[in-house]
């Protein structure tokens, strides 16, 4: 289960600029029209997978091309949007984003308690055949062709340099959770920051030669953009994974079906359609402020829905908890 869920967003971190810099160079309506075929394709896969490794290779493939989707859709709000349009354009994007992460595990709900055909939880997958089938004709129908009229050479040795100390500090993590620790775990671990290090060199050189760098480091020397990628980071990794958190264990720990629990997370996805849409309006008004707040509010909820699990979910005693069975291989039954 954690290299299903974690395949997908390693591939798309690690390549989501280089993405960006072949829409560049090649075209960005061609790249998001490639993209998305072949991100509907890898789900096909998915929906398809006679095994899990199987599955992990398509959740793999769903990563790779969804990096290359993706920054064409930013770059094309850039491009196609005179400044003062650009607000609305990045908004209806947000709202459109946010609904999809929330709206997704609701729809991917209802499928599987749905059993189409049989199929299990496979149609969470291949349903995104007909809906990547109609981005494709859309896109070629409605999206002009443009492309950066200086494209650099590709960082091919940034890629690797980004991708190894993250898969170094994915791979342990994961499989040692599951299957306990051992010395080649902590040397990975161990291996991590100095990785890190000749990334962050190696992206300064190329940047004083003239090259494009996957992260430019003179970027870090402005204060909005380096307090922007750490709110980034706290707001993905607390916010994505709490709902993922939340989604797996109200089904194997506290016994909701799928759809009950896509259900559950429905109310979230309509706050952020509301708020995303009242956000425009606020912006000019609070600023910066209102990230503070967004944030003070969000963590309100969780306070509230923290204390409400704790005072209605029963707790078993220590004689139940010793007491209940446990699948093979030793895993206690939620």
């Known amino acids: 289960m954690a290299w299903i869920v974690a395949s997908y967003p390693l591939c798309f971190g690690v390549l989501l ?18 993209g998305v075929a072949g991100f509907t394709a890898a789900s096909v896969l998915c929906g398809a997978a006679p095994t899990v490794a199987a599955l992990i290779a398509g959740r793999v493939l769903q990563g790779v091309f969804a990096a290359l989707m993706t920054p064409q859709i930013l770059s094309v709000i850039q491009v196609e949007f005179l400044p003062d349009q650009r607000p609305k354009a990045y908004a209806a994007f947000g709202a459109v984003q946010g609904i999809a992460t929330v709206g997704g595990p609701v729809v991917g709900g209802l499928l ?11 149609p969470i997958f291949l349903i995104n055949l007909p809906v990547g089938l109609a981005a494709v004709a859309a896109a070629a129908v409605l999206l002009r062709e443009s492309r950066a009229e200086q494209a650099q050479r590709f960082d091919a040795g940034g890629v690797l340099l980004l991708g190894l100390p993250l898969l170094l500090l994915l791979y342990p993590l994961i499989q040692g959770g599951e299957h306990g620790w051992s010395g080649l775990h902590a040397l990975m671990l161990a291996a991590v920051v100095p990785l890190f290090l000749l990334f962050t060199r190696h992206q300064a050189r190329r940047d004083r030669a003239g090259g494009m760098p996957l992260v430019p480091p003179r970027l870090f020397r402005q204060r909005g953009f380096t307090d922007g990628v750490l709110i980034g980071t706290a707001f993905f990794a607390g916010v994505t994974g709490f709902l993922m958190v939340f989604a797996v264990t109200l089904q194997t720990g506290l016994g909701f079906s799928p759809r009950e629990a896509g259900l559950i997370l429905f109310p979230y996805s309509v706050g952020i359609a509301a708020a995303s849409g009242a956000s425009f309006s606020l912006v000019p008004r609070l ?15 969780v306070m509230l829905l923290a204390a409400l699990l704790t005072a209605v979910l029963p707790r078993p005693t220590g004689a139940e908890a010793a007491a209940e069975p446990k699948e093979e291989g030793g895993t206690r039954r939620a």
């Open 17 to 34: 600029v280089t993405g960006g810099r072949l829409g560049d160079a090649f075209g960005r309506k061609r790249m998001f029209i490639a």
């Open 112 to 122: 599987i308690d749905a059993d189409l055909f049989g199929l299990s939880w496979r």
């Open 287 to 301: 600023g910066r402020r209102l990230i503070a707040l967004g944030a003070l509010v969000f963590e309100i909820g």
